[in-house]
């Protein structure tokens, strides 16, 4: 006994002496390297000698400690298993910030019209100029006058052959476009231009759905002609000038002129990197990455660029608070491959050109197809169907906490400020995010699960694009349209019944949060979205879509002004819709939906009718649904809804029908963050049903089917449509024209001999042509399909 306690206090001195020796070294931007950093009055100039003096010390629990100031990297800093239980800390929160760019020099001289002009030799093409700190722009077309247009600016003619032949060298200048269907966003490289002014290109890979760009929503920049508004510039490879027209009130001879160089600043790299915390830094000035994006994430609309300002790939454990993310060109935050218990809290994204935060595991841990060309080639019998994934090469158990996340997307639209892919136990809670072209989380595909998005404030989101939602998701997982497989045949319903959930494992749970967006769906579950609960939620803006999927339950949210939209569901879906309540009669549904009652349970709905006295059978909702048997509708008295206080007051109908109470506390919680973060505007509350938008349905004789117009973002986005025009084929009469020709119910007429058919009106005048081919949108696909005369 007496040998075992001086081995336990010979122990405990040994660790003492260790964590006593632990060293602290100071970085300062007036420091020398040539110092030893361990005093204040003593410091080193660089991150990179801090590193190599704290890799020095036998202790592994050191600290840098990073006084005020801007530090501007040459190359990325690497910490790696080296540097574990090492934390690099501001000494003041914010004001030590890492910049990817570097300082130019310059002896600026007049132009002309205000332009000025300053000779420097750079060593690769230029992408991103601050002067004083300020981002300025590429000279462009048009220019960006208006902040609440797409890119600020668009113009159909920005390729024109009139404008090209204006421009005596275009090469190197970018075309950036939103997608045809606005399903997020592409960009080209200029490589030359023809004889007859046509621009000549190379790019457009940055969309997993690739089906051209938008006519309209495009513009041009790194034009030299097109030099002519304040803060553009231009850099002539050629004779080596920097050309910059720069603000009225900015003074070139004392202004800093930065210019983005790095698209990382730092990244923690395995194996075996673990217990590193980076807290209170600022980063900023990384150059952009769109041409990079190129790499498809399995099935979903999203290519990738696995880099980041901060990136981690295989860590462990790790760290990041208080820390602000501004004027970043890429990704901020990239966690990529195998992580475990990547932590980021309190946090600041802003000005961000691609996304805040990417989960994003390797496709090498997927046990389907990688890419769409892979997909048409599997059929069931080819298909493993073990559950799970390959390996363990993907984020999990990570947490992004109490952080605001505003206008990312700045240039790559196919972005999020939150994007999860190929990841497993992911948590987002109590973050505000908002002011962004696409969606505010997107989880695009059904790998893992077991994530959790809670007490959340999401708003003001797909404000350049569409068919989206505030929070988005695919499922387009194994048993998703895959060949040999029908998940509406019923009669193998106990076979098959547990194929959706292969790869969504684990219920990915959406509570306790506010969501709104008015280009699309406050929640939007997309192609084959499945395993989910969504409950507790406040949706003030367009309501809740659930596509094809299984094992939905939505319960206890509060939809305001709107309801659920259904779209295309499987006869056994499973979904289960309870204790919500509505604010409208009716369900919202698009495509085909059953001909039997929907769902699993569908009951016990509430539809709020301010000032209505008592309640009554929600006859809508039971109507549609063929559920719904003791859903009511009255009253829900709600405490003051038109000032958005949708708690519902003691004696509600609804409490008595099992609705429990909702959280009014949504967005971040530290109290730098509750000074920064917006909150939504509150819709006007409507007081009765919305009026009828169902479209007549028109027997046409002349192609034999019954048809109705293409109607709304619901149609659009169940048919998989460019935009809201085409006809519907709702049934097709046998041995006449259509039929004959091969056309099926659900087929979605866009053209004739090629030429767009906006409505029936259209479809009418132009069968009257004598047509030779008749295009339909089938199955998401575009089908030409010759017409076949009836002899």
Not at 66 to 73: D, F, I, P, Q, V
Not at 157 to 184: I, T
Not at 526 to 551: A, H, P, Q, T, V
Not at 754 to 763: F, M, V
Request: hydrophobic share 35%; with cysteine; glycine share 8%.
């Amino acid at each position: 006994m007496i040998k075992a306690s001086i081995f336990y206090v010979t122990l405990g001195l040994s660790m003492l002496c260790n964590h006593s020796g632990a060293v602290t070294i100071y970085v300062a931007p007036n420091g020398n390297d040539t110092q030893k950093g361990d005093a204040q009055n003593a410091p080193v100039l660089t991150l990179g000698k801090a590193l190599e003096l704290t890799r020095q010390s036998q202790d592994k629990q050191n600290t840098i400690l990073l006084e005020s100031g801007s530090y501007h990297l040459a190359k990325p800093i690497i910490l790696n298993k080296q540097d574990n239980n090492l934390t690099i800390r501001a000494k003041k929160p914010q004001q030590a910030i890492i910049k990817g760019s570097k300082i130019l020099k310059l002896d600026w001289q007049p132009y002309k019209d205000g332009i000025m002009q300053a000779k420097v030799a750079l060593d690769s093409k230029p992408d991103v100029l601050f002067v004083n700190g300020k981002r300025q722009r590429m000279a462009r077309y048009p220019n960006a006058t208006d902040s609440t247009k797409k890119w600020e600016g668009y113009a159909a003619d920005c390729d024109s052959q009139h404008n090209v032949a204006k421009w005596a060298n275009p090469k190197g200048a970018y075309v950036h476009a939103l997608h045809k269907a606005l399903w997020g966003g592409m960009h080209f490289e200029v490589t030359g231009k023809t004889s007859d002014n046509r621009l000549q290109w190379t790019g457009g890979w940055q969309n997993n759905r690739p089906m051209g760009y938008h006519a309209d929503y495009r513009f041009i920049e790194n034009i030299f002609e097109e030099l002519d508004a304040e803060t553009e510039w231009f850099y002539d490879q050629t004779n080596g000038t920097l050309y910059l027209k720069p603000a009225s009130q900015v003074d070139l001879k004392t202004a800093t002129i930065e210019l983005a160089t790095l698209a990382n600043l730092i990244t923690v790299e395995g194996p075996d990197a673990k217990n590193i915390i980076l807290d209170g830094i600022a980063f900023e000035q990384t150059r952009r990455t769109f041409m990079d994006n190129k790499e498809p994430l399995l099935l979903s609309d999203w290519t990738i660029d696995r880099s980041g300002a901060l990136l981690f790939n295989k860590a462990t454990n790790c760290l990041v608070q208080n820390c602000n993310f501004e004027e970043l060109g890429g990704n901020a935050v990239m966690v990529t491959g195998y992580n475990d218990k990547i932590t980021i809290k309190s946090c600041l994204f802003q000005e961000i050109g691609g996304n805040g935060i990417c989960f994003v595991g390797e496709r090498s841990a997927y046990k389907g197809p990688h890419d769409y060309t892979q997909h048409r080639k599997r059929s069931i019998d080819q298909m493993d169907m073990t559950p799970g994934p390959l390996n363990n090469d993907y984020p999990q158990n990570c947490r992004v906490e109490d952080c605001l996340i505003t206008r990312t997307g700045l240039i790559e639209k196919q972005t999020s400020p939150v994007q999860i892919a190929l990841s497993k136990n992911i948590t987002i809670k109590s973050c505000s995010l908002y002011d962004v072209p696409r969606a505010g989380i997107n989880i695009g595909d059904g790998c893992w699960g077991g994530h959790v998005i809670e007490n959340c404030d999401i708003f003001d989101t797909v404000k350049e694009t569409s068919d989206h939602g505030s929070f988005n998701s695919w499922g387009r997982d194994r048993f998703w349209e895959l060949p040999g497989l029908n998940m509406n045949d019923l009669s193998k319903w106990e076979t098959n019944k547990n194929i959706p959930l292969l790869d969504a494992m684990t219920p990915t749970i959406i509570q306790n949060s506010r969501w709104q967006c008015e280009h699309g769906w406050d929640i939007d579950l997309d192609d084959g979205s499945s395993n989910y609960i969504i409950r507790g939620n406040l949706l003030i803006g367009s309501g809740l879509k659930l596509r094809e999927g299984f094992y939905r339950k939505v319960y206890n949210n509060i939809i305001v002004n709107n309801s659920l939209h259904p779209h295309v569901w499987y006869n056994k879906s499973e979904d289960e819709v309870t204790n919500n309540i509505f604010f409208v009669d009716k369900y919202f549904p698009a495509g085909h939906m059953p001909n039997t009652p929907w769902g699993k349970t569908m009951d016990k709905n509430f539809v709020h009718r301010e000032g209505m006295k008592g309640v009554e059978p929600a006859t809508g909702l039971q109507k549609m649904s063929q559920r719904d048997q003791n859903s009511k509708m009255g009253d829900a008295l709600f405490i003051d809804a038109q000032k958005g206080d949708f708690r519902l007051k003691k004696n509600s109908p609804a409490f008595k029908m099992g609705f429990k109470p909702i959280t009014n506390q949504f967005g971040v919680t530290s109290e730098r963050l509750k000074k920064l973060a917006k909150t939504p505007q509150m819709p006007r509350i409507i007081t009765t049903n919305q009026s009828d938008d169902s479209t007549p349905e028109i027997e046409l004789d002349h192609i034999g089917a019954v048809c109705r117009d293409v109607k709304g973002l619901g149609d659009q986005s169940a048919y998989g449509l460019i935009d809201e025009t085409g006809v519907i084929v709702l049934s097709v009469l046998p041995n006449m024209l259509f039929a004959t020709t091969d056309g099926k119910p659900q087929d979605v007429i866009i053209a004739i001999d090629n030429k767009k058919i906006q409505n029936i009106e259209e479809l009418n005048k132009a069968m009257g042509e004598n047509p030779k081919t008749i295009t339909v949108r089938r199955n998401q696909k575009d089908i030409v399909l010759p017409f076949k005369r009836l002899k």
